[in-house]
């Protein structure tokens, strides 16, 4: 795609960032892949099936750091059901192997809806392949439903240093026109390192496209050129958000 096309920036971690870039060239930008958390997948000792009835998933890096954990005896796990909160962890499920994988198509609060009404808090225990940091409290929500839920740390997600040399003078050139953030984190990296850069301003010239009101609310600080809201906490309702800009 050539360098005159607008830029779109993409801070998702960089293993979930290929199929959004191909989806913001479909559109006509030019993708700026832009990694603002890295992921760390954490050593440990092998996890315990025992009793546990259900996995529940919170994002595709939870998906990917419970295949790394489990290595080859991940075949002895797949018959377990999925329970997913949206579409990319659910996908990444499917990919690991596992069969019955359900989608939450949401937020978190919609994934214990999900598991609520479909699991018997008295069948077992779920097990959360979780970050070190979580946005919700999914164990919570559903210990209020009867739920024994084991939180198992399986990665983290560290926020860059610094945005790119590159990025930082694409921004001062006008070139990015749009910005795509899908967590409280990143939103919060990028205002951070924004702001210690010097490039706020630059981003009076940015749409920026939040996934949910949660993540619009840590970019508020900043002077967007406009500041949009997806309509569902999901990827396509942010690419429709997109196509609006």
Request: proline fraction near 7%; glycine fraction near 6%; charged fraction near 15%.
């Amino acid at each position: 795609m050539s360098n005159a096309a607008p830029a779109a920036l993409i801070t998702r971690p960089s293993e979930d960032a290929g199929p959004l870039a191909e989806a913001v060239a479909q559109r006509g930008y030019r993708p700026l892949i832009e990694p603002l958390l890295h992921i760390v997948h954490r050593p440990g000792p092998p996890l315990r099936r025992d009793a546990l009835q259900a996995l529940l998933v919170t994002s595709a890096n939870g998906v990917r750091a419970l295949a790394a954990r489990l290595g080859e005896g991940i075949a002895a796990w797949r018959d377990l059901p999925v329970f997913a909160v949206g579409e990319a962890s659910a996908l990444a499920a499917r990919q690991a192997g596992f069969r019955g994988v359900r989608s939450a198509g949401g937020d978190v609060a919609s994934l214990a809806a999900l598991v609520a009404e479909q699991l018997d808090p008295n069948a077992g225990p779920l097990l959360h392949a979780a970050a070190s940091q979580l946005a919700g409290d999914l164990a919570g929500t559903l210990a209020r439903h009867g739920f024994t839920v084991e939180k198992q740390i399986l990665y983290d997600a560290l926020p860059a240093e610094a945005l790119s040399p590159a990025l930082a003078a694409e921004m001062r050139q006008g070139k990015v026109r749009v910005a795509l953030f899908f967590s409280p984190r990143t939103a919060a990296s990028f205002v951070k390192l924004a702001q210690t850069q010097l490039l706020s301003d630059c981003c009076a010239q940015i749409v920026a496209l939040a996934l949910s009101p949660a993540v619009a609310a840590i970019l508020a600080p900043i002077a967007w050129r406009k500041l949009v809201v997806a309509e569902a906490p999901r990827q396509d309702a942010l690419l429709a958000a997109l196509d609006g800009v």
